[in-house]
């Protein structure tokens, strides 16, 4: 099922500098990230940055949180909410185009044109929640003591909120420039970047607290093993694939005979890649920073404060219960993905086999063809989704029974979007490279 991997050779390297129009497309990708890497160390006037930064490293949710901005939000610098509102807007688009009949047209009938027309929808929905969440950041941070350093507050907030929405709205736009003019998703980059950049500082914090200890350093050859094994099963996962064998008909032509071969349809093991991941972190950070806000309130005791504290536990990124519903959401963005992608829609592919003449092996064409790939593709998926869900767990268990909990940060989900988006561009790479070969052989 898994396919062969190759990792790039120097010669693909050399190829890749000099093939026509890739390098401009790596360089502006690279610009585009240094620009996204410069805006995350230009603070927000008026607040205590080290006074925040300690709360951020005591704090599992905004910890978490600042992973994902790439260190933006413990600095509250102006791309402080990074490319989160972005990715939450598409989550709840992308659901309201099955929902909403109107939208799934637009999604699935009205081409190119329609596609545009819900990624604006999209924009415009990103910053009106880009602007909720701002207002939720700086509610956060007045309860805060010593944070606030100005004295005029209304200007400070209104200022703050609309940097913090102009930021947000910057990344977005960086995002989709990357996608356009650039290599590889400029979201699932950004991220990477921001996880990248967080990496010394949870080696220096590993280093801190298993340098006089010899049973945590054990404890760290165990944790880095399993995070090796992790890698190597998410490369696995990313690449298998399931190959359903298909008969061609065979056409003469005067004296010549085409067709007649046997080829394959390939269904990903993984076909959403790294995003039911990255919606799912989304999915679930979205309660948890309005929790923590409500909870800096002076909330009465009784039940509501007892309510807020018990949802907090269970949104907390440390939980049993949080890693069930992250494991959950996992399995069910999995399959999601996989309904809505368009080259795994098994009615359409039967009756494009159909219409070519082509079939399945021992299965007539048509509806039979249908629930037969129907049968497939829902085992391969729940196979994946599984799968993809246990590789996400594995190495969390694994922190909290070694102890080192340091590197929770870059524990399985931050590996899985590393990995993912790596494989991801150089695949990118690969077919970019492919067709400009076709291009100079097809000019021969």
């Known amino acids: 099922m898994a396919q062969n991997i190759k990792l790039p050779t120097t010669a693909d390297l050399m190829s890749m500098w000099n093939a026509s129009g890739l390098k401009e497309k790596i360089i502006f990708t690279f610009i585009m990230l240094i620009a996204f890497r410069f805006g995350v160390h230009l603070p927000i006037f008026g607040i205590n940055n080290e006074v925040f930064a300690n709360i951020a490293s005591q704090n599992n949710i905004i910890g978490f949180l600042d992973l994902f901005s790439g260190g933006a939000l413990g600095k509250v610098s102006i791309f402080a909410l990074g490319i989160g509102p972005y990715i939450t807007s598409s ?70 909120i609309f940097s913090l929405t102009a930021g ?7 995002s989709e420039l990357i996608t356009e003019k650039g290599i590889g998703n400029g ?3 950004i991220i990477f970047v921001g996880i990248i950049s967080g990496i010394p500082l ?32 998410i ?84 939980g049993i219960i949080y890693y069930a519903l992250y494991f959950t959401l996992i399995v069910a963005l999995t399959f999601f ?31 039979p063809t249908a629930d037969a790939l129907d049968k497939i593709l829902t085992k391969t998926t729940f196979i994946g989704a599984l799968g993809l869900g246990i590789i996400a767990l594995i190495p969390s268990i694994t922190s909290y029974f070694t102890g080192i909990t340091t590197l929770q940060g ?8 590393m990995v993912g988006v790596a494989l991801d ?13 076709y291009e100079s052989f097809l000019k021969q």
Not at 245 to 269: A, E, H
């Open 202 to 233: 949870y080696t220096q914090r590993t280093a801190q607290i298993v340098m006089h200890d010899s049973m945590l350093q054990i404890g760290l050859c165990v944790l880095l093993a399993i995070f090796f094994a992790t890698m190597v099963f």
């Open 425 to 437: 561009l150089i695949n990118q790479v690969r077919t970019h490279l492919l067709a400009r070969n």
């Open 168 to 174: 947000s709205a910057l990344v977005m736009w960086i």
């Open 337 to 367: 993905y996989a309904s809505i992608m368009p080259n795994m829609q098994p009615k359409e592919i039967a009756n494009n086999l159909k219409k070519y003449g082509s079939s399945i092996p021992g299965i007539k064409p048509g509806k």
């Open 235 to 318: 490369v696995i996962m990313q690449e298998a694939v399931r190959k359903v064998i298909i008969v061609n008909p065979k056409r003469q032509v005067g004296n010549k005979v085409y067709g007649g071969v046997n080829t394959f349809i390939p269904f990903k093991l993984n076909p959403g890649g790294v995003m039911p991941i990255i919606f799912a972190v989304a999915i679930l950070l979205f309660p948890s920073t309005i929790l923590s806000l409500i909870g800096q309130a002076h909330l009465p005791a009784g039940w509501i404060e007892n309510t807020v504290m018990f949802l907090n536990k269970i949104f907390s990124p440390s």
């Open 91 to 160: 989550i709840i688009m992308q659901l309201l185009a099955v929902i909403i009949p109107s939208l799934e047209k637009l999604q699935k009938e009205e081409g190119e044109a329609g596609r545009r027309k819900l990624s604006q929808y999209t924009r415009i929905f990103a910053v009106i929640l880009a602007a909720f969440q701002s207002v939720v950041f700086m509610a956060y941070l007045s309860h805060l003591e010593n944070t606030i350093t100005v004295s005029s507050h209304t200007m400070f907030y209104i200022s703050s």
């Open 410 to 417: 870059i524990g399985a989900t931050s590996l899985i979007i």
């Open 187 to 189: 979201g699932s980059l």
